[in-house]
C-alpha cells in the first residue's frame, strides 16, 4: 500500500516536469525562429502580416514592367500627335516660330527621355556586403546586416538603399543616393514638355474641338451658308410667299444628313488634351513637394522621422534640428551636384555625373564646427572627405 501511494503522488510531479519541458522547447524553438535584438511588438507584428507584405511587394514589382511600358507608350503617342496634328498648324502659321518651337521641344524631349533612362537603369546603391562600415546607424531587421546613415530596407526590391527615398513603380527602381537626381530632374522637365505642349496647343484644340472648324481658306467664301435677302422698300412681301420659304426650309432641314461624330483629329487632340492636363496636375504636385524636401534637406522616409522627432523633443521644450539640412541654396547645390566647377550648363543639358559621396559617410550640420583635428582623425575615410563640400 505504501508503494502504490508512493507513485500516486509521483504522478503528478512527473507530469510538470513533462510540460515543463515541453514548453521550454516550444519556446526555444520560437526564440530560434524569430528572436533577434529588436524583437519587439512591431516586429511581431511585421511577422504576422509578412504574407501580406510578401504579396503586394511581389505584385509590385511584377508590375514595374508594365508600368514602364504605359510610361514609354504614352508619351509616344503624344509626341506622335504632336509631330502630327501640332507641327503642320504651327509651320502653316509661321515657319520662323514653328523653328523657335522644335528647338525647345527637342531640348525638353532629350532632356525627359534621358533622365527617365538614366532613373530607371541606374543603381540607386546599396551597403557593400562584408566591407568595414565607419558609421552605421542601426542594424537592419531584414538583412541583419550594419545600416549606415539615412540607407533604408526596400521590401520590394529586398536590399537596403543609400539615401532611399521610396520606390517607384513607375520606373520600377527605388530612388536612392545615385538616381535621385535623376528622378527629380525627369519629373521637373516633364512638366515643362506638357506645359509647352498645352500652351501652344492650346489654340489649335480650341479651334478644332470646342469651335469644330478645321483650317479653312480665307479667300473661300463657299463655307458661308444661308438664304437670299430680298430688300422691298415699296410693298408688302405677301405671307404666303414666307410660308412657302419657310416649308422649303423645313424639307431642306429634313433632307440633310445627320451629324456626323468627331473626327480622328479631334478625339487625338481631346486625348491629348486630357494626359497633359493629369499629367501636368498629378507630376506637378509631386515635383513641388519634392522641392520642398530638398530644400529642406531630407527625403521622403526622413520627412516622416524628422516630424516625428520634431514632436518628440517639443514635448521635452527641445528643438530638433535637421542634421542634413544646410539651408536651401546649399542644399539644392548639393542635391544637383554643382561641384568640382559645375555649372547650370550640367543641369539646363543631360549630364551624368555622379552626387557627392559614396552614400556611406555624411556631412552633417554639426560637422561644420569640428576642429581639424578631428577631420585628420577620419581621414582614413578616402576620397569622401576629400570632396570640395564646403567650397563652391
Known amino acids: ?67 514602364v511600358a504605359s510610361v514609354c507608350g504614352l508619351t509616344a503617342s503624344v509626341i506622335v500627335i504632336a509631330y502630327w496634328i501640332g507641327l503642320p ?32 537603369n541606374t543603381h540607386p546603391g546599396s551597403p557593400p556586403e562584408g566591407a568595414l562600415i565607419l558609421e552605421a546607424a542601426s542594424i537592419c531587421r531584414k538583412c541583419i546586416a550594419p545600416k549606415p546613415p ?3 530596407h526596400c521590401s520590394v526590391c529586398n536590399k537596403c538603399i543609400l539615401k532611399m527615398d521610396h520606390h517607384c513603380p513607375w ?16 519629373m521637373a522637365y516633364m512638366c515643362l514638355g506638357v506645359l509647352f505642349l498645352i ?6 484644340a480650341y479651334d478644332e474641338v ?25 410693298i408688302l412681301i405677301p405671307v404666303t410667299e414666307l410660308m412657302a420659304n419657310l416649308s422649303s426650309n423645313m424639307s431642306l432641314l429634313e433632307t440633310t444628313e445627320p451629324h456626323k461624330g468627331r473626327s480622328l483629329r479631334q478625339s487625338c487632340l481631346i486625348y491629348m488634351a486630357f494626359i497633359n492636363t493629369g499629367v501636368l496636375i498629378a507630376l506637378g504636385a509631386l515635383t513641388l513637394w519634392h ?37 536651401w541654396r546649399k542644399n539644392w547645390r548639393l542635391f544637383l551636384g554643382m561641384v568640382r566647377g559645375r555649372t547650370w550648363r550640367h543641369v539646363l543639358l543631360p549630364s551624368p555625373h555622379k552626387p557627392i559621396g559614396e552614400g556611406l559617410t555624411w556631412h552633417t550640420v554639426h560637422s561644420d564646427t569640428e576642429d581639424n ?3 585628420e582623425e577620419d581621414s582614413n575615410r578616402g576620397e569622401y572627405l576629400k570632396d570640395p563640400f564646403y567650397t563652391f
Not at 530638433?320 to 539651408?327: L, M, S
Open 171 to 186: 520606373l520600377n527602381n527605388c530612388i536612392g543616393h545615385f538616381n535621385h537626381r535623376y528622378f527629380f530632374m525627369y
Open 291 to 327: 522641392a520642398r524636401l530638398i530644400s529642406r534637406g531630407e527625403t521622403s522616409i526622413e520627412a516622416n522621422i524628422n516630424k516625428a522627432e520634431t514632436k518628440r523633443l517639443a514635448e521635452t521644450n527641445k528643438v530638433y534640428t535637421n542634421p542634413f539640412d544646410f539651408g
Open 373 to 375: 583635428s578631428e577631420e
Open 199 to 204: 500652351i501652344f496647343g492650346f489654340q489649335l
Open 150 to 152: 539615412r540607407t533604408h
Open 89 to 120: 498648324y504651327w509651320w502653316h502659321k509661321s515657319p520662323w516660330m514653328t523653328v523657335i518651337l522644335m528647338i525647345i521641344g527637342h531640348w525638353l524631349l532629350v532632356n525627359i527621355c534621358f533622365h527617365y533612362y538614366m532613373a530607371a
Open 1 to 67: 500500500m505504501v508503494q502504490i501511494r508512493w507513485k500516486l503522488t509521483t504522478i503528478p510531479i512527473t507530469v510538470r516536469k513533462t510540460v515543463r519541458w515541453q514548453w521550454r522547447k516550444v519556446k526555444l524553438s520560437m526564440n530560434s525562429l524569430f528572436y533577434n535584438h529588436f524583437l519587439d511588438q512591431g516586429y511581431v507584428a511585421d511577422v504576422c502580416m509578412e504574407p501580406m507584405f510578401w504579396f503586394v511587394d511581389n505584385f509590385t514589382k511584377c508590375l514595374g514592367p508594365f508600368f
Open 210 to 234: 470646342w469651335i469644330g472648324m478645321e483650317e479653312i481658306d480665307e479667300d473661300d467664301e463657299s463655307f458661308i451658308e444661308g438664304h437670299p435677302v430680298r430688300f422691298n422698300n415699296s
